[in-house]
């Protein structure tokens, strides 16, 4: 039996857990894990090509774990490369050493090593996810993580039937390592993906692939919690269900008031957690995602789908699907009005259980530009726009890896690994948004620098998007911290007028926002997790061109304000 059926059977057989014992959240689940990353045949669009997994899977394992629970989880890397682990929206508190992003925190983990991560859940609860953080390799090296209330706890929200996890993702024909590495040799934009993908699989209007689509299972009148992740590598998505409503209940492991709505956008890196009530006449109904691309730049125009399907229970007798699966209307794929839309009607439950606690008093105001730069390229060899290399910055500096971890770097003193004069505000300022600027402002300088902040310093922090080369969406994510985003608009960011209009009461808590294309976001969280932490953005082209920047947290006062010791297995470099 092929490596793709039996990934599919193991995840028939976890949606069967999850139907019928519901992985009830009273019960106990591992404190340790093993997961083995090796180079597994997977085919898809009628071809085969060796992907790297963990344990063979693609999706690749589930992690199950209560609220406020502690694990650990070996690596051990039998693959072909290096590869990093990253536990993306776990906080990690005072242990950035398993937080993962390759050169920030650790070292890569080389072919025949391994390295024991300990991730220390603290107050998320809802969905996240982990996945590589070296290269592109989170492609195929990504999987979900179920953080269950507390055992004396329950959901904000009626009981569901049965919960089952959406990943969405890309696939490309191509090894995705050359894909990485023809894109930073050539210095222009990578090849688009061949397909998109619902739980690894490409679905019904992709070539060799009806037979695999990945199918749910539901009941008349029943209620169902999917559990969407975006792990798609470079495209934010609009996510539908034909004839169908959800309800958002939760958002990057937070709770969220109910909002419903006929779609979803998602940006790489998040999660939502959504309801989904089986109320329509029994059929089959295409899920469908999509891109959702706000600038002008290359995108996969495919359509990934994933098929609901009733079953006779609680009908009237049994019923006839319709010979083709009914399609959802999807937003096109440049609305970016539909996607600000989405991702402002966002709030907090911000109820007596579940308290916010929004920064009010803010002791550092940051200002960042995300921008797409270009630096110039002998004989214009290049294959970016007039034969430059494409780039990416934060204010300017695009981000280069050191050769030692930051974190290592920081920690035991070694000095001239990198710089902390990492700017608070732009260095110049320009009309941000403008169509047309002058081409010495897309050349940005090249550093490692970090922004050091005083521990539970307070801190607002606004994103503005530039129209340098290309505008563009871009989801930043910060590791270590879950941040409220108190506001979000078109254009230039007005200091005077925009604050005005911040949502103060109750601003979802998130750990990757998207920066509308020729936008602003602000975002607010308190520094009281010390460390290094990584902030960049998520479309992985943008983070290795460098949109990328890190947060050092000092230590505070006494041994429960300081970083934790470093655990004896930490990878070398």
Same mark, same amino acid.
């Given at each position: 039996m092929?490596v793709?059926?039996?990934?599919?059977h193991? !995840?028939?057989? +976890?949606?069967?857990?999850?139907? =019928?014992g519901?992985l009830?959240?009273?019960?106990?689940?591992? &404190?340790?894990?093993?997961?083995?990353?090796e180079?597994?045949?997977?085919?898809?669009?009628c071809n085969?090509?060796?992907?790297?997994?963990?344990?063979?899977q693609?999706p690749?394992?589930?992690?199950?774990?209560?609220?406020?629970q502690?694990?650990?989880?070996e690596?051990i890397?039998?693959?072909?490369?290096?590869?990093t682990?990253h536990?993306h929206g776990v906080?990690?508190?005072?242990?950035p050493?398993?937080?993962?992003?390759?050169?920030?925190?650790?070292?890569?983990?080389?072919?025949g090593?391994?390295?024991?991560q300990?991730?220390?859940f603290?107050?998320e609860e809802?969905?996240l996810?982990w996945?590589?953080?070296?290269?592109?390799?989170?492609?195929?090296?990504?999987?979900?993580?179920?953080i269950?209330?507390?055992?004396?706890s #329950?959901?904000?929200?009626?009981k569901p039937?049965a919960?089952?996890?959406?990943?969405?993702?890309e @696939? @490309?024909k191509?090894?995705?390592?050359?894909?990485?590495t023809?894109?930073?040799?050539?210095?222009? *934009?990578?090849n688009t993906?061949?397909?998109f993908l619902?739980?690894?699989?490409?679905?019904d %209007?992709y070539p060799c692939?009806?037979?695999?689509t990945? #199918?749910?299972t539901? $009941?008349y +009148?029943?209620?169902?919690?999917?559990?969407?992740?975006n792990s798609?590598?470079?495209?934010?998505?609009?996510?539908?269900i034909?004839?169908h409503?959800?309800t958002v209940?939760?958002?990057d &492991?937070?709770?969220?008031?109910?909002?419903?709505?006929d779609?979803v956008?998602?940006s790489p890196? !998040?999660?939502?957690?959504?309801?989904?009530?089986?109320?329509?006449?029994?059929?089959?109904?295409?899920?469908a995602a999509t891109?959702y /691309?706000?600038?002008a730049v290359p995108?996969d =125009?495919?359509?990934?789908t994933a098929?609901l399907?009733y079953t006779?229970?609680?009908?009237k007798?049994n019923?006839?699907?319709?010979?083709?699966?009914?399609?959802? =209307? %999807?937003?096109?794929h440049n *609305?970016?009005n539909?996607?600000v839309?989405?991702?402002g009607?966002?709030r907090s %439950?911000?109820?007596?259980n579940?308290?916010? $606690?929004v920064p009010?008093?803010?002791?550092?105001?940051?200002f960042?530009?995300?921008?797409v730069?270009?630096?110039?390229c002998?004989?214009?060899?290049?294959t970016g726009?007039n034969g430059?290399?494409?780039?990416?910055s934060v204010?300017?500096?695009?981000?280069?890896?050191?050769?030692? $971890?930051?974190l290592?770097?920081?920690y035991?003193?070694?000095?001239?690994?990198?710089?902390?004069?990492?700017?608070?505000?732009?260095?110049?300022?320009?009309n941000?948004?403008?169509q047309?600027?002058p081409l010495?402002?897309q050349?940005?300088k090249?550093?490692?620098?970090?922004?050091v902040?005083e521990?539970?310093?307070?801190?607002e %922090? /606004?994103?503005? +998007?530039t129209?340098? /080369?290309a505008g563009?969406?871009?989801?930043?994510?910060?590791?270590?911290?879950?941040?409220?985003v108190?506001g979000?608009?078109?254009?230039?960011? *007005?200091?005077d #007028?925009?604050p005005?209009?911040?949502?103060l009461?109750?601003?979802p808590?998130? =750990?990757?926002?998207?920066?509308?294309?020729?936008g602003?976001?602000t975002?607010?969280f308190k520094?009281?997790n010390p460390?290094? @932490?990584?902030?960049h953005c998520?479309l992985?082209?943008?983070?290795?061109?460098g949109m990328?920047?890190?947060?050092?947290v000092k230590?505070g006062?006494?041994p429960?304000?300081h970083i934790?010791?470093?655990?004896?297995?930490m990878?070398?470099?």
């Open positions: 092929e793709s059926r039996i990934s599919i193991l !995840q028939l057989l +976890g949606l069967l857990m999850a139907v =019928n519901f009830l959240h009273c019960q106990a689940w591992p &404190a340790r894990y093993t997961f083995v990353v180079d597994t045949p997977y085919t898809r669009l085969t090509k060796n992907i790297l997994t963990v344990n063979g693609f690749g394992p589930t992690l199950y774990v209560h609220k406020g502690t694990i650990s989880v690596v890397n039998r693959g072909s490369r290096n590869i682990l536990w906080a990690q508190p005072r242990n050493w398993s937080d993962g992003p390759d050169y920030i925190t650790q070292c890569p983990i080389q072919p090593a391994k390295f024991t300990k991730i220390i603290s107050t809802g969905t996810w996945h590589a953080h070296s290269e592109w390799d989170r492609a195929t090296v990504h999987g979900a993580i179920i269950y209330p507390s055992k004396k #329950k959901y904000p929200f009626p039937h919960e089952i996890p959406i990943i969405l993702g @696939w @490309w191509e090894d995705i390592g050359k894909l990485y023809r894109t930073i040799q050539t210095g222009g *934009d990578p993906s061949d397909a619902i739980n690894g699989q490409p679905g %209007l692939s009806k037979s695999d990945f #199918k749910v539901v $009941d +009148g029943k209620t169902y919690l999917l559990r969407l992740i798609a590598v470079q495209e934010i998505l609009f996510f539908t034909a004839n409503k959800v209940v939760g958002t &492991a937070s709770y969220t008031k109910p909002f419903t709505t779609y956008t998602i890196g !998040q999660t939502m957690d959504l309801l989904l009530h089986a109320n329509q006449s029994p059929n089959h109904y295409y899920m891109a /691309v706000g600038g995108y =125009n495919t359509t990934t098929l399907q006779n229970r609680g009908t007798g019923y006839t699907p319709s010979s083709t699966p009914l399609l959802p =209307n %999807l937003p096109a *609305d970016t539909a996607s839309h989405f991702s009607s966002l %439950l911000a109820d007596k579940h308290p916010i $606690d009010l008093k803010i002791t550092n105001h940051l960042f530009t995300v921008s730069n270009t630096f110039a002998p004989n214009n060899s290049c726009p430059t290399r494409l780039a990416a204010n300017n500096i695009s981000f280069v890896n050191p050769s030692i $971890d930051i290592q770097a920081y035991y003193h070694v000095n001239g690994a990198f710089g902390t004069r990492f700017p608070k505000t732009p260095p110049l300022l320009f941000f948004t403008a047309d600027l010495y402002l050349t940005p090249q550093g490692t620098e970090v922004k902040l521990y539970n310093a307070t801190v %922090l /606004v994103f503005q +998007g129209n340098l /080369v563009d969406d871009h989801p930043m994510h910060l590791h270590g911290f879950s941040f409220y108190v979000m608009g078109l254009g230039n960011f *007005d200091k #007028k925009d005005l209009t911040y949502n009461v109750d601003p808590l998130q =750990n990757t926002i998207a920066v509308p294309v020729n602003w976001t975002i607010r520094a009281a460390g290094v @932490w990584f902030m998520h992985d082209r943008h983070m290795s061109w990328d920047m890190a947060f050092i230590n006062k006494g429960k304000a934790l010791p470093p655990p004896p297995d990878p070398p470099c």
